[in-house]
């Protein structure tokens, strides 16, 4: 019975093996979200709303993919206007109440810990809404910026889900990956994520990054950083900037 089954799951490998790759994998990046990534396709660009763990509103963008090897989403949410709109909540909360204290650097409203909780909080999101057997959850690191990923199987059709978080320059960035069951492992977005600078350049940093909201923080020094920016010199001809004429 063991022999039939691996035979069985062989011969699906080797049939799913060639459909991949037929898929047209492209380097992306994105200035304004400021990542880089692999994407198994150009994907349709879309907007969404994200709702925090406290309460804020905020707009979302959704690169989309599906293809051969399944689907494919890459969510970017920013969180800077946090802090704004939390702290101006804050003045119409109850006197004394510890949300207007901002208190054990918590911020006022909760904002830092809105920002600080965000991978947190995009992981329990999948765990309370989905149908799903968690097979690993594990701390990341992506070009050594830090988060989250979590692999899972879908229980209505055993498909299997791969999704990573990671906030950086206090945008949160999502990536998930679907694939119907017996495919490979979709880890394409998950193993290629990297960052930008605010001027384009690809960076990476010295040690560990992670997203701290307070200002009063040392920046985590950067060890390399790419060449000018695509704006100072022609983009190579298989990487898309979604600004540029004809991107969708």
């Not at 396709?41 to 690169?63: A, H, M, N, Q, R």
């Not at 949410?77 to 109850?94: G, H, M």
């Not at 208190?103 to 920002?115: C, E, T, V």
């Amino acid at each position: 019975m063991r022999f039939g089954l691996l035979i069985s799951s062989g011969l699906l490998l080797a049939m799913s093996g060639p459909l991949i790759a037929q898929e047209d994998y492209i380097e992306f990046e994105s200035k304004e979200d400021r990542f880089t990534v692999t994407f198994p396709g150009t994907p349709t660009i879309t907007e969404g709303t994200w709702f925090t763990e406290y309460g804020v509103v905020l707009p979302s963008k959704i690169y989309t993919i599906s293809g051969l090897s399944g689907r494919h989403t890459l969510t970017v949410v920013d969180y800077t206007p946090v802090e704004r709109i939390l702290v101006e909540k804050s003045k119409n909360c109850p006197l004394g109440a510890e949300t207007c204290q901002g208190i054990a650097d918590f911020g006022l409203g909760y904002w830092k810990n809105d920002i600080r909780g965000a991978v947190t909080y995009a992981i329990s999101r999948i765990l309370t809404e989905r149908d799903v057997k968690v097979t690993h959850l594990m701390f990341n690191l992506m070009s050594l910026v830090g988060g989250q990923e979590i692999q899972l199987t879908n229980l209505k059709d055993q498909s299997r889900t791969f999704v990573s978080a990671y906030m950086h320059a206090n945008r949160l960035v999502i990536a998930e990956s679907t694939v119907p069951k017996g495919f490979p492992p979709p880890t394409i977005m998950q193993q290629t994520l990297g960052w930008l600078d605010e001027n384009g350049r690809s960076i990476r940093y010295q040690y560990p990054y992670l997203n701290e909201p307070d200002r009063t923080a040392p920046p985590t020094p950067i060890r390399r950083q790419a060449a000018p920016p695509a704006s100072q010199a022609a983009p190579p001809a298989d990487r898309i900037d979604p600004r540029a004429p004809g991107a969708r």
